[in-house]
Structure formats: structure tokens, C-alpha cells
């Protein structure tokens, strides 16, 4: 599914990440790992918003830097804590990711039901508290068809509810096989209820499987 080879990433010349080989198959993968660890560097470097060297490909065809556009198109990310415009709406950053994803129709407005967005759809991003925040990360980060969804510290802030209802929706994208997950959460994992194909340890700037 993915494949990560001679992965570096710096920062001001500093290493902070090293990944010689990295095959992750199809599923639910589990990073964890201290603050500090490089669990969130990984997960904006796989997501395209980190420049890096080495080589990243998606499903052995699509690789992160030659095929920008289609490996973007493919894989979604969910920031721990997520920022925005605080002048836009909810509906305003749904609308937008939902046509640059090519969202299927119907697809927003199920979804924000899905994750209770609906109820403050029209209210500007700077008046959201870190639920709200965390709600509208995760449906942004569902939008349109991936393969492969990133989601960092998906439990943090989130109400049981929701939760529930959003590992309901994974478990029925990940049984279809029709998505793969990468997670990271400092909450116990098996509150979700999903079945984790590999864990994986993060720490000293490489990722290990964890023992």
C-alpha cells in the first residue's frame, strides 16, 4: 500500500527522521510514541506538506514527488491540532477541500452529519472550540475517495458520540477495503474498536515495529 525507501528529513540541518525501508501493507497501522518523537513529522511527510529525500509511493504507482497531484488526490490527513482562517466557515473549507478532492455528491453533507458539523456549519472557524476544531479536521480529512487517510491524535477533544460514529465509518471503509489508516493517539487505542493490522514504535528518529 505504502512504501517509504531512504527517507530523510531534516530540520536546519539537524536529522530528525531516518527511514531506510518501510513497507505498510493495506489496514490499520498504529504509530506510537512519545512528544518529540517524530509521529507527526512522519505523518505531514507522507502527506506531502513536508519536503523530504528519498522516495514515498502509494500503492506501487503513484510516488509522492513525481506524481504530486494524483498521490495528493489519494491521501488525506487529519492534523492533532488543526488551524484555520478564523473567518471562514465550516461550510466555506468543506465546500473547498470537497471540490479540490472531487468529493462525491452528497458526500459533505453526509459526512458533517456523520461527525455533528452540521450543527455549527455556518459559524466562523475563530469562534470553534477544540472539538469543533477536531471535527471539522476529520471531515475534511474523509473527503472525496483516498486510500490511504492519516489521522493524528483522532481521540484528543472528541466526544464519545462522535468517535463512536467515526470508527463505526472506518471500520466499514477498512472491511470494504476500500481505505488504509495510519493513526496516532496517546489515548488507549482499543478504545476505538478497530482491528490494528501492525503497531508501530516511533523514537530517536526512526520507526520500528513495535515489540
Given at each position: 500500500m505504502l512504501t517509504v525507501s531512504n527517507l530523510t528529513k531534516a530540520y536546519?540541518?539537524?536529522?530528525v527522521?531516518?527511514?531506510p525501508d518501510l513497507h505498510l501493507s493495506p489496514g490499520i497501522h498504529y504509530f506510537r510514541g512519545g512528544n518529540g518523537s517524530g509521529k507527526t513529522t512522519f505523518f505531514r511527510t507522507?502527506?506531502?506538506?513536508?519536503p523530504f529525500t528519498g522516495t514515498i509511493t502509494l500503492d506501487n504507482q503513484y510516488d509522492i514527488k513525481r506524481d504530486a497531484v494524483a498521490y495528493r488526490m489519494r491521501v488525506n490527513y487529519a492534523e492533532a491540532e488543526p488551524l484555520y482562517p478564523d473567518f471562514l466557515t465550516a461550510r466555506d473549507l468543506?465546500?473547498?477541500v470537497g471540490k479540490a478532492k472531487r468529493a462525491p455528491a452528497g458526500q459533505v453533507n453526509t459526512l458533517a452529519e456523520l461527525l455533528g458539523v452540521d450543527t455549527f456549519w455556518t459559524?466562523?472557524?475563530g469562534t470553534f472550540s477544540s472539538g469543533m476544531l477536531k471535527k471539522l479536521s476529520l471531515l475534511l480529512a474523509l473527503l472525496g475517495t483516498p486510500k490511504l487517510i492519516l489521522l493524528d491524535e483522532p481521540l484528543t477533544t472528541l466526544d464519545v458520540t462522535t468517535a463512536a460514529n467515526l470508527f463505526d465509518f472506518i471500520r466499514q471503509l477498512t472491511d470494504r477495503q476500500e481505505?488504509?489508516?495510519l493513526l496516532t493517539s496517546h489515548q488507549d487505542v482499543s478504545l476505538t474498536g478497530l482491528s490494528i493490522?501492525?503497531?508501530?514504535?516511533?523514537?530517536?528518529?526512526?520507526?520500528l515495529p513495535a515489540t
Open positions: 536546519g540541518g539537524r536529522t527522521l531516518t527511514i507522507v502527506a506531502g506538506l513536508l468543506a465546500g473547498f459559524k466562523a472557524t481505505v488504509s489508516f493490522a501492525n503497531v508501530w514504535q516511533v523514537g530517536d528518529g526512526v520507526i
